[in-house]
């Protein structure tokens, strides 16, 4: 075995994160040495905390809620998708305790949908997208990369819809749909993409009508508990294809993973067990 390589997430609350529990695993899957951990940050502490990393030899952390914007001006470096999504979840950090900001979630994204929806075929028909919240940013981003002729964004506050487009490359090809005419956006697309958290164990339905989506559309939901929501469900129901949300928390783990123990790990359906559990 090789060095002991230390990372972590840094977020409040970090206490139902999935991301220890999948690090672990690959960490022993791969048969390398090293612990990822959770930690608990409020905001005041958060460059502190990451100076105490730097002296104790982590090599990088993930970053999530409420840090993912702030940690930003404390990075030495971003990437593009870092820059343009507004947000970092990955953070290497140098041999000279210089930090590196990466923004994974579009990799995961498009990966997932990659795997699940093969027969996808990007840049030839519109996609619907609801909410705008982080997710949303990076699912946009992503979208607009691989070629999608246009982005319909529906959002039950429109204001923050406007701001997403506002700070967005690429403004042109994104139409704002009212949230109340979010089934009228369906009619020619090819891909329906779920970023809220309407569907999450507990909470209410999304109420679109699918109907209105074509035949051989694609429905995503990026909420994976439960794994199958009352979206996907109707959407299965119709013969739609469906993509769940777990594969794009799984796959934005990987690039993390290979950037800290050198190692492209895979997804296979032991870690989808576990973290399904
Ligand atoms: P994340 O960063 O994970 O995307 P977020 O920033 O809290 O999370 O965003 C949550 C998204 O879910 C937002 O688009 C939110 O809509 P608002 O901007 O109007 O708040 C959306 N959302 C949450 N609850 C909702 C509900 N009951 N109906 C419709 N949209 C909802």
């Known amino acids: 075995m090789g060095e002991f390589i230390r990372t972590g997430l840094i977020g409040h609350p970090t206490g139902h994160s999935k991301s220890p529990l999948i690090h672990n695993h690959w960490i022993g899957a791969c048969g390398l040495s090293g612990e990822y951990v959770a930690i608990d940050v409020m905001g005041e502490a958060l460059a502190q905390e990451i100076e105490r990393l730097k002296r104790e030899g982590f090599k990088g952390f993930n970053v999530t809620i409420p840090h993912k914007q ?16 507004g947000a970092v979840n990955t953070v290497v950090i140098g041999g000279n305790g210089a930090l590196h900001g990466s923004n994974t979630d579009a990799f995961g994204f498009l990966q997932n949908l990659r795997e699940e929806a093969p027969d996808f075929a990007f840049g030839k028909a519109p996609a619907v997208v609801l909410g705008s919240g982080g997710a949303a940013r990076a699912i946009i981003y992503a979208l607009l990369k691989t070629g999608v002729p246009e982005i319909r964004l529906a959002n039950r506050t ?9 700070n967005c490359v690429h403004p042109e090809r994104i139409r704002i749909v009212d949230w109340d005419d979010r089934d009228g956006a369906l009619g020619d697309a090819s891909l329906l993409v779920n970023t809220t958290s309407v569907g999450m164990a507990g909470t209410e339905m999304l ?3 699918l109907g209105r989506l074509p035949q051989g559309a694609t429905v995503y939901d990026i909420v994976y508990v439960p794994l199958l929501t009352g979206l996907l469900e109707s959407a299965r129901d119709r013969g739609l294809t469906i993509v769940t949300g777990i594969g794009m928390l799984l796959h934005q783990a990987r690039p993390a993973f290979k950037a800290w123990y050198g190692v492209l790990p895979e997804v296979t359906n032991e870690l989808v067990a576990k973290v399904l559990v």
């Open 158 to 166: 429109r204001a923050r819809a406007e701001d997403l487009v506002a």
């Open 207 to 209: 109420g679109i009508d």
């Open 70 to 85: 702030a940690v930003m001006a404390l990075c030495d470096e971003l990437d593009e998708p870092a820059r343009e999504i």
